[in-house]
C-alpha cells in the first residue's frame, strides 16, 4: 500500500515537529507540500526539501495530496479544515479544534458531509503510560473510578506575546488535561475553576492567569481535579492518579533513568524533563501513525467531537473562573440543561 501524501500548512514548532516524524518515523505518511506566508518558512521548507506554497488554498486544491496537516494559528483552523473537507482530504489538526463552539460546529457539520477523517492533536492519549492506565481501569483494576487528579505544570512560563495570542491558559495548556481527563474517565458534566496570576502578575490585567485549580463532574459520578501552573522550578510536572473502589492507579513522571543516588543529605534522583518533547516525544510521533490508521479505516485516536468537548470545557472554566460558579457543559454547548 503506497503512503498517504500529506501536506503542511504551518511550519511554526508544531509544523516542523510533525514534518521531522513523518520524515524519520512514519513511513505510512509522505510529506510533500507545505504552505506558509512567514517570510522563515522558505528556510524551514527548503531544509524539509518540500515545495512552498504562499497560499494555504493550493495546498488544499491540489488533487494529488491525500491529507492536510494544520499547524497553523488557531483562529485560522476552521476556514481551513472546511475547505479541506470540502476538497475530499483528511485532517490532521494541531489543538485546539478552534477557539469558537460555532466554528467547530461548522467544522463537523463539513467533515460529517465529506465523509473525511478528522483528527485532533492531543498527544497524551498516545503516551504509552496514560494509555496504559487507561487500559488497566477499563479491565476493572480497580473497580468503580471515584476521583481523578491530574498534575500537569511547565518549567518555565511562556513569552507574554505567545500567552495573549493563545487563548489563555485554558484553551492553550489546560485543554491537554481537560481531553485526558474525558479519555481516562468519559464526559464531563460540570466544571468550576478557581485562578490567579501568580508567576506574573501583569497577566491578571490582560484577562489570564497562569495559576489554577479545575473542578470536573463526571457524567458517571466520579470527581475530577486538574492543577495547572505555567511554571515549576523543578521541571516538566505531568502526573496522574485515579483512585477507586478497589485501589488507586498512578502515571508518575518519566526520568532519564531510574538511578538514584543516597548520601548524608539524602535520596536524590535525575531533574524533571525540562522541555515537552522531551516528556512526549514518542506520544507526538504515535499520533501520526495512528492518524495513518484512521485514514485506513481505524478510529482516530481524538476526533471531531473530542475536540469539541475540550474547547467546551475551557469555554466552561472560563467562565468559571470570571463568574465565580459552577458551569454546566450543556450551557456552553447550547443543549438544555436538567436543572
Not at 487500559?135 to 500537569?152: C, M, N, V
Not at 500567552?163 to 491537554?176: E, K, N, P, R
Not at 532519564?256 to 522531551?278: I, K, N, S
Not at 479505516?297 to 468537548?309: E, K, S, T
Request: glycine share 10%; aromatic share 6%.
Amino acid at each position: 500500500m503506497s503512503a498517504v501524501r500529506v501536506g503542511v500548512i504551518g511550519l511554526g514548532r508544531m509544523g516542523r515537529l510533525h514534518a521531522g516524524n513523518i520524515a524519520a518515523r512514519v513511513p505510512a505518511l509522505e510529506l510533500v507540500a507545505a504552505s506558509d506566508p512567514a517570510p522563515a518558512a522558505g528556510d524551514a521548507a527548503s531544509e524539509l526539501g518540500l515545495p512552498l506554497a504562499a497560499d494555504w488554498r493550493d495546498l488544499v486544491g491540489d488533487p494529488t495530496i491525500d491529507a492536510v496537516l494544520v499547524c497553523s494559528p488557531s483562529e485560522a483552523h476552521a476556514e481551513q479544515i472546511v475547505a479541506a473537507a470540502e476538497a475530499g482530504k483528511h485532517v490532521f489538526c494541531e489543538k485546539p479544534l478552534d477557539r469558537s463552539l460555532d466554528a467547530i460546529d461548522r467544522i463537523l457539520a463539513a467533515v460529517s458531509a465529506a465523509g473525511t477523517i478528522l483528527q485532533v492533536g492531543f498527544n497524551r492519549r498516545a503516551d504509552p503510560n496514560f494509555g496504559s492506565l487507561r487500559a488497566r481501569l477499563d479491565a476493572g483494576e480497580i473497580g468503580q473510578a471515584w476521583l481523578l487528579k491530574i498534575t500537569s505544570r511547565d518549567p518555565h512560563p511562556q513569552a507574554k506575546e505567545y500567552v495573549l495570542g493563545s487563548g489563555g491558559l485554558f484553551v492553550d495548556m489546560a485543554i491537554h488535561d481537560f481531553d485526558l481527563a474525558r479519555y481516562l474517565l468519559g464526559d464531563v458534566v460540570a466544571v468550576s475553576a478557581a485562578g490567579a496570576a501568580l508567576v506574573d502578575p501583569e497577566l491578571a490585567d490582560l484577562g489570564d492567569v497562569d495559576t489554577a485549580v479545575t473542578t470536573l463532574s463526571f457524567q458517571s459520578g466520579a470527581i475530577g481535579v486538574i492543577d495547572n501552573c505555567r511554571q515549576a522550578a523543578y521541571g516538566y510536572d505531568q502526573r496522574v492518579e485515579v483512585h477507586g473502589a478497589l485501589g488507586m492507579l498512578a502515571a508518575d513522571n518519566e526520568l532519564a533513568t531510574t538511578v538514584q543516588v543516597a548520601d548524608e543529605t539524602g535520596f536524590h534522583r535525575p531533574r524533571l524533563p525540562e522541555f515537552f518533547l522531551d516528556r512526549y516525544g514518542d506520544a507526538y510521533a504515535r499520533e501520526l501513525e495512528l492518524f495513518a490508521e484512521a485514514i485506513a479505516g481505524a478510529p482516530p485516536l481524538a476526533d471531531g467531537r473530542d475536540g469539541q468537548h475540550a474547547v467546551a470545557m475551557a469555554v466552561a472554566a472560563h467562565t468559571s473562573l470570571l463568574e465565580r460558579r459552577t458551569v454546566a457543559l450543556a450551557e456552553v454547548l447550547g443543549e438544555p440543561v436538567i436543572s
